[in-house]
């Protein structure tokens, strides 16, 4: 199984990125996907999480009405619009993939696929 991460970057803040993450090795469509990141010193944490067919959609407070998660299933890929950018959104950003969308809620242990990440850095 693979999970490719890109889109990221160094962007100011009030900017945008959008990250994508492309799957393979698995069927994508029996997977929820979700969008995890990491900030030096810190707990990798939940940022958000998409159901297999997109009918459910959970955000962490922190980026609710600034970032969106979609999934286009034909393309086995996933996707993160960050909009209204902050310097504390800057981490590592890693895309994970669960067979239930409990397992992506549950916290970064556990998780089944974990991709490679990309830096997002924003600057004030």
């Known amino acids: 199984v693979q999970l490719q991460a890109s889109g990221g970057g160094l962007v100011q803040a009030g900017g945008s990125l959008r990250l994508s993450c492309a799957a393979s090795g698995l069927t994508f469509s029996d997977y929820a996907m979700g969008w995890l990141r990491q900030a030096p010193g810190k707990e990798r944490e939940l940022v958000a999480a998409?159901?297999?067919?997109?009918?459910?959609?959970d955000y962490a407070d922190s980026v609710k009405g600034r970032f969106t998660i979609s999934r286009d299933n034909a393309k086995s890929t996933v996707f993160l619009q960050m909009n209204n950018l902050k310097p504390e959104d800057t981490a590592v950003y890693y895309c994970?993939?669960?067979?239930?969308?409990?397992?992506?809620?549950?916290?970064?242990?556990?998780?089944?696929?974990w991709g490679r990440g990309t830096q997002v850095t924003v600057s004030s």
């Open positions: 998409i159901s297999w067919a997109g009918g459910s959609i």
């Open positions: 994970a993939a669960d067979q239930t969308m409990g397992g992506l809620l549950r916290g970064p242990h556990g998780i089944e696929w």
